[in-house]
């Protein structure tokens, strides 16, 4: 009996990592001064009794309002600004909790308004 040659099975293909693509350098220090500000955010609702969170993050969603409002957004715009840097708050919270650290990273600079309206007008614009 003649022995058949057994076709030999590709390995499976290699996955690619997902990366996310890479933003233009302006955009990506708009994006890290806002991931500061929301950090800072959590800190301070972290920093009192737990039962002030929920006013703090009301208190500081009202800032991302305000903000989106000062380049004259749109009442949609103005509201899904401040939802989706509110739910990027609320991770960080959650980051900070696990980390035991209620502090911001040591580096982590604060805007002034000023820096900050450029930024915003951007985004906004998007």
């Not at 009442?75 to 989706?84: K, L, M, P, S």
Request: aromatic share 4%; with cysteine.
């Amino acid at each position: 009996m003649a022995r058949r040659a057994r076709k030999k099975t590709p390995p499976p293909p290699q996955e690619t990592p997902v990366t996310e693509p890479a933003l233009p350098d302006p955009l990506r220090r708009d994006a890290d001064y806002l991931t500061a500000i929301a950090r800072r955010h959590a800190a301070i609702a972290l920093a009192g009794p737990v039962e002030t969170q929920a006013a703090r993050l009301e208190a500081c969603r009202l800032v991302w309002v305000n903000y989106a409002a000062a380049f004259n957004a749109s009442v949609a715009t103005q509201q899904r600004f401040a939802d989706d840097l509110q739910a990027i708050t609320r991770t960080l919270m959650a980051e900070q909790i696990d980390s035991g650290s209620t502090l911001p990273e040591a580096g982590a600079s604060i805007l002034t308004i000023e820096e900050l309206r450029p930024l915003l007008r951007q985004i906004i614009g998007q």
